[in-house]
């Protein structure tokens, strides 16, 4: 039991050590310098490759369930592109079974 509470109170201080660092620095900081440290830039321009966008698919099986699926611009192209080849490549296996010249 003692070596749990030594333990925790340990993790305790190292916690509230690295915090206070953390304020130090921030401190020596400027303003401007801290709101760019501490969030990343919003991308707001829709056509940008890293901006996340999200879209409603339905689920099979539900008449009202829908999926909530969000990806980058990148990553729709990329899945765009998958289902594309994958749809292509089945209308071709098809075709050539369909062709069985004798």
């Known amino acids: 039991m003692k070596r749990v509470l030594l333990v925790a109170a340990l993790a305790t201080s190292a916690i509230a050590l690295s915090y206070a660092g953390e304020a130090d620095a921030a401190a020596s900081m400027d303003a401007s310098e801290v709101k760019k440290a501490s969030k990343p830039k919003k991308i707001t321009d829709r056509r940008h490759?890293?901006?996340?966008?999200?879209?409603?698919r339905p689920v099979i099986g539900s008449?009202?369930?829908?999926?909530?699926?969000?990806m980058t611009n990148k990553e729709w192209v990329?899945?765009?592109?998958?289902?594309?080849?994958?749809?292509?490549?089945?209308?071709?296996?098809?075709?050539?079974?369909?062709?069985?010249?004798?």
């Open 63 to 70: 008449l009202a369930r829908k999926q909530r699926v969000c």
């Open 78 to 102: 990329v899945h765009n592109r998958k289902g594309n080849d994958q749809s292509r490549e089945f209308v071709d296996d098809m075709q050539s079974g369909m062709n069985t010249s004798n």
């Open 49 to 56: 490759p890293d901006y996340v966008r999200c879209r409603n």
